[in-house]
T-cell receptor
């Protein structure tokens, strides 16, 4: 089946630094990718919808200047957490919607810990 | 407003028991998709099923079965003869095809299933 990768799988950083997370669709093209955030023992909450070649659409309450999303190609979207703080520590999961089949595939997630 | 409700926070069963997970959804769209995902301790979401709103047939896949009832806006999931490997958090999700949200998944709170030997 279709595979979506995320890199890194986990990252620990100091407060105030920026962290970039990559989401790649390995064997299919994805015009749309989604970024979700999951705090411990909670559900997944959509942060933003990323469309190739255009600006991301952010959900209410998500700071677009803090969570920068770039979808420069049909197989890659990146999420940059700028000036990370401990409250940004979370599990970040991306998904990619296959252009041909409209099916959505999830990445394995990235665990971010901000000290 | 919560669009997908999974009222059961945690269900504990002994191996070989059946377990049913409830999911109630809310939408004004006539066309929509419902999903179930499994999230084991590793964190990676495992896709289980996608059902469109026009297909009310119940489905069975091995030990898994789903009961979709539009009249009650429910999409319940049953694991028959549970096994320890079924221990995970299970999420129900809804996708509504309005212009700006097609493909976005709205997840329920999840139900933790604990299967003990």
């Amino acid at each position: 089946g279709a595979v979506v990768s995320q890199h890194p799988s986990w990252v620990i950083c100091k407060s105030g630094t920026s962290v970039k997370i990559e989401c790649r669709s390995l064997d299919f093209q994805a015009t749309t990718m989604f970024w979700y955030r999951q705090f411990p023992k909670q559900s997944l909450m959509l942060m933003a919808t990323s469309n190739e070649g255009s600006k991301a659409t952010y959900e209410q309450g998500v700071e677009k200047d803090k969570f920068l999303i770039n979808h420069a190609s049909l197989t890659l979207s990146t999420l940059t957490v700028t000036s990370a703080h401990p409250e940004d520590s979370s599990f970040y999961i991306c998904s990619a919607r296959a252009s041909r089949t409209d099916t959505q595939y999830f990445g394995p997630g990235t665990r971010l810990t901000v000290l | 407003a919560q669009k997908v409700t999974q009222a059961q926070t945690e269900i504990s069963v002994v191996e070989k028991e059946d377990v049913t997970l409830d999911c109630v959804y809310e939408t004004r769209d006539t066309t929509y998709y419902l999903f179930w995902y499994k999230q084991p301790p590793s964190g990676e979401l495992v896709f289980l099923i996608r059902r469109n709103s026009f297909d009310e047939q119940n489905e069975i896949s091995g030990r898994y079965s789903w009961n979709f009832q539009k009249s009650t806006s429910s999409f319940n999931f049953t694991i028959t003869a549970s096994q320890v490997v079924d221990s995970a958090v299970y999420f129900c999700a809804l996708s509504e095809p309005s212009t700006d949200s097609w493909g976005k998944l709205q997840f329920g709170a999840g139900t933790q299933v604990v299967v003990t030997p």
